[in-house]
């Protein structure tokens, strides 16, 4: 009976003793990454490609949830008071930010807006369009200042980091040479669902006309702007009318259906969907492509 419980005991204690030195270690290996949050999903792709498997990354905004609407939970200020860095969009996008450095969080907050010169709205002079991302040649500015942010903070893999920024760079060089060749010869006029697309607009020579003039897509349209847009469907010719994967497409039905077109899909891809940034900015393309050209 010695023996046999000699046998066993043994190699318990082994597996007790391995057990409690190796979780430490793993532990340790894993804080040596950079922990960082990413406010959305494209900020969230951009920090995986610039970081890959020397950064863990996390996404901040759920799965499905609109990024305009979204405010954090207790839960979600404990997780970024762990972080070293919360990438944010910046020009009011995340409007909880203001509030973070409140809760006791001694990290980072880095803003991929640096160096880009935005719109601002109209009626005020602080507030602006935050839409960079559905610029590709912003996108890349917005890339390679979260590649300077994690050279910063982990100078010892500084090559690493941007060596990643150049090469989705590049890929986005291709999707900007890809969109500007494509819709050259096109048409210019279009009617998004709200307004999203002015950076875009601009950079390829475009002109936006909205069915909701906010930059927040839950604004309401009034029978006077459906009027308005169907108008000016009419007097461009334009008959095909834009919507979003997260909101109700009746309006746009609505306005289609008095021109005589039909509906398809511009996202501003602000809710997590299937696809890259590259995929689906080529999918908006593709949908514009058909509209214009």
Partial sequence: MAIIAIAIIIPLSSLVVYGTD?????????NSKLQVISSFNPLYEFSQNVGQEKVDVTLLIPVGVEPHDWEPTVKDV???????????????????????????????IIDTSNGILIKTDEISSVSGDPHIWLNPVYAKIQVQNIANAFSN????????????????????DLLDSKIRNELSDCNNNFISFHDAFSYFADEYNLNQHTIISSNDPHGEATAKTLENIISTAKNLNINIIFAEESVDTRTSTIIANEIGGKVLVLSPLEVVTDGTYISRMTENLENLKEALC
């Fill in 153 to 172: 903070s982990d100078p010892a893999n500084e090559q690493y980091y941007q060596s990643n920024a150049a090469k989705y760079i590049e890929e986005l």
């Fill in 22 to 30: 190796s979780k430490p270690q793993l532990s340790n290996t894993n």
């Fill in 78 to 108: 404990q997780r970024m008071q762990n972080a070293d860095l919360i990438i944010i969009n910046g020009i009011g996008f995340e409007n909880w930010v203001d509030n973070l450095e409140d809760t006791g969080y001694s990290g980072e």
